[in-house]
């Protein structure tokens, strides 16, 4: 009988917001991929690690502050004394739930900074923290959260959409420098996801996402595992600087 070996054996993969909603569904996933996981909050994640490990797997939690250097490099620091090694990066965490439909001459310069310091400097970080081990390994994978509004536009929301738009720029500037050393960089941009941080958005808003999609239901976190997954392992071991968008064809980019 053939076995399938599953995609991110013994792989170490940080998940950064990964105690709840979509960054959780990223961590589940590699747990059961085969992936040691290193869930990063700023929260708390034991409850993401026993769900782990009471399924069989490996997984560790380091309290981590993106907007904080500091914090991130203790973060790499935990998962490389923990596992040896880091193979993969999700950069989930986001400042997203504080951030209010606002018309952007209202914005407010604090939510516009913290912003900015959570959902781009904090990947910055994340990213700098990791690639010493990378490098040293000469290969890596990094998973990059933005959005679909960064490609779409998205009025109301524009300290956000700018933030995720940066994503998508760092995104392919990095893919391009860290090539040579074998480090793959790519992005997903989902669509309106249904969590605990979106929930109190605007019905009318919520259903102009739902009647666009050419798959007409709500999207959950679980439909964007796959492709972290994919992107993450050795699948896409040649596949590096692209966006990709999983929104039930709502943006057919």
């Known amino acids: 009988m053939m076995t399938t070996t599953p995609l991110l054996q013994d792989k170490t993969i940080i998940v950064t917001g990964a105690s709840t909603g979509i960054g959780q569904a990223f961590a589940f996933a590699c747990a059961e991929q085969g992936a040691n996981v290193v869930v990063a909050d700023m929260n708390g994640g034991d409850e993401t690690v026993e769900s782990i490990q009471k399924k069989g797997g490996q997984a560790t939690f380091a309290q981590t502050d993106v907007a904080n250097e500091a914090s991130v490099q203790t973060m790499a620091a935990h998962a490389l004394k923990t596992y040896g090694r880091i193979d993969g990066l999700v950069n989930n965490a986001a400042y997203f739930r504080e951030v209010k439909l606002t018309p952007f001459e209202e914005i407010d310069s604090a939510i516009w900074d913290r912003a900015f310091d959570v959902n781009v400097k904090g990947v910055w970080h994340c990213c700098k923290a990791v690639m010493p081990a990378m490098r040293a390994q000469q290969s890596g994978a990094i998973v990059n959260i933005a959005s679909v509004v960064a490609v779409a536009g998205q009025p109301g929301y524009l300290h956000y ?90 943006v057919m980019y």
């Not at 050393?181 to 249904?194: E, H, K, T």
Request: charged share 20%; aromatic share 6%; glycine share 10%.
């Open 161 to 250: 959409v700018a933030t995720k738009g940066a994503v998508l720029a760092m995104t392919k500037a990095l893919a391009k420098e860290c090539g040579g050393i074998n480090v793959r960089v790519n992005v997903i941009a989902p669509g309106f996801v249904i969590t605990d941080a979106t929930k109190n958005r605007p019905l009318e808003w919520q259903q102009n996402f739902l009647k666009a999609r050419a798959l007409s239901r709500e999207q959950r976190p679980q439909d964007l595992v796959g492709t972290a997954v994919y992107l993450l392992s050795e699948m896409a071991g040649f596949v590096s600087g692209q966006t990709i968008v999983v929104d039930g064809g709502h």
